[in-house]
């Protein structure tokens, strides 16, 4: 079975600053998708960005942007100029097995004024 | 496109009923999710539908259930809850059931059982 471990239960920065967020997963698959996503106060999980693992390109989204190191299983996340509405839960999540999405504990991150 | 719509968006039960939850994907997917969401076990996947038909089910107790009908909303059915059973409930669509197809979430229903 798939593993996805996120090491930072929260993280809080400035405005404007630059921020990451780790990911680490665990697959016997060489076929799979990585995906971030998104869960504000509201509860409604959204996409932030997604990486096909046959793609050596790292994948961007304007301010948002991923490290993806296939052989060391490791998926993070940069946010570039945070906001304050970035505010939120982040999760990384495997997609590549028949149980759907695996996802990470969850990274609590605030921004601060 | 409308997203992914959920209802009811809270519900309240005591232990012992039964509960159905709906979800309506967004127009032209096929698949849908299901997801069960707790502080304690965070997310955890309980089955996918993709043309009327349970396709993968997730380490839950048979008291979860759901079906999908011809126009892809589906329903989850609980039965016989428990306080465990509290949660939120989040749906997601796809176009397809391949692992390449993106998941999007609906606003989730929180269940809260007494």
């Known amino acids: 079975a798939q593993t996805v471990t996120q090491s930072q239960p929260e993280m809080s920065v400035q405005e404007a600053e630059t921020v990451t967020l780790s990911c680490t997963y665990d697959?016997?698959?060489?076929?799979?998708?990585l995906f971030w996503y998104k869960q504000p106060p509201s509860r409604q999980m959204i996409l932030v960005i997604r990486q096909e693992a046959y793609k050596q390109q790292n994948a961007t989204e304007n301010r948002f942007s991923v490290n993806f190191q296939k052989a060391a299983k490791s998926f993070s996340l940069k946010i570039s100029d945070s906001q304050l509405g970035d505010t939120a839960m982040y999760f990384c999540?495997?997609?590549?097995?028949?149980?759907?999405?695996?996802f990470g504990k969850g990274t609590h991150l605030i921004i601060q004024p | 496109k409308a997203g992914v719509t959920q209802t009811p968006r809270y519900l309240i039960k005591t232990r012992g009923q039964q509960v159905t939850l709906s979800c309506s994907p967004i127009?032209?997917?096929?698949?849908v999710s299901w997801y069960q969401q707790t502080p304690g076990q965070g997310l955890q996947f309980l089955f996918e539908y993709f043309s009327e038909t349970q396709r993968n089910k997730g380490n839950f107790p048979g008291r979860f259930s759901g079906r999908q009908f011809s126009n892809s909303r589906s329903e989850m059915n609980v039965s016989t809850l428990e306080l465990g059973d509290s949660a939120l409930y989040l749906c997601?669509?796809?176009?397809?059931?391949?692992?390449?197809?993106?998941?999007?979430f609906g606003p989730g229903t929180r269940l809260t059982v007494l």
């Open positions: 127009s032209g997917h096929r698949s």
């Open positions: 997601a669509s796809s176009l397809g059931q391949g692992r390449s197809d993106t998941q999007y």
């Open positions: 999540a495997y997609g590549g097995g028949a149980d759907g999405l695996t």
């Open positions: 697959t016997s698959e060489n076929n799979y998708y």
